[in-house]
Nanobody, 117 residues
């Protein structure tokens, strides 16, 4: 499985961006999909997750501002980011986890999100 993240860019505080993660392969609908981010000098942190059922989970820092979704017909996951803050600046990575796997099995290459104040 290959994951291709896209949609990053430069945006002013308060703005919005929509990240996309395109996946290869036929089993996308069975994968749990997640978004993570890593800011300079910091460890990678969890942002959001969506189960194959559509259930979602968010980090407290983005709850109410970010929305994760998936389109199984297009093998794509999205992260809609609104009310962006400078502290959201990071490289964002998408990841896929197979059912029954203890962790994420596949990672995308990352897309840079920069929020200016």
């Amino acid at each position: 499985v290959q994951l291709q993240a896209s949609g990053g860019g430069l945006v002013q505080a308060g703005g919005s961006l929509r990240l996309s993660c395109a996946a290869s392969g036929r089993a996308f609908s069975s994968y749990f999909m997640g978004w993570f981010r890593q800011a300079p000098g910091k460890e990678r942190e969890f942002v959001a997750r969506i189960w194959s059922s559509g259930t979602t989970l968010y980090a407290d820092s983005v709850k109410g501002r970010f929305t994760i979704s998936r389109d199984n017909a297009k093998n794509t996951a999205h992260l809609q980011m609104s009310s962006l803050k400078p502290e959201d600046t990071a490289v964002y990575y998408c990841a896929a986890q197979r059912a029954g796997s203890p962790g994420y099995d596949y990672w995308g290459q990352g897309t840079q999100v920069t929020v200016s104040s």
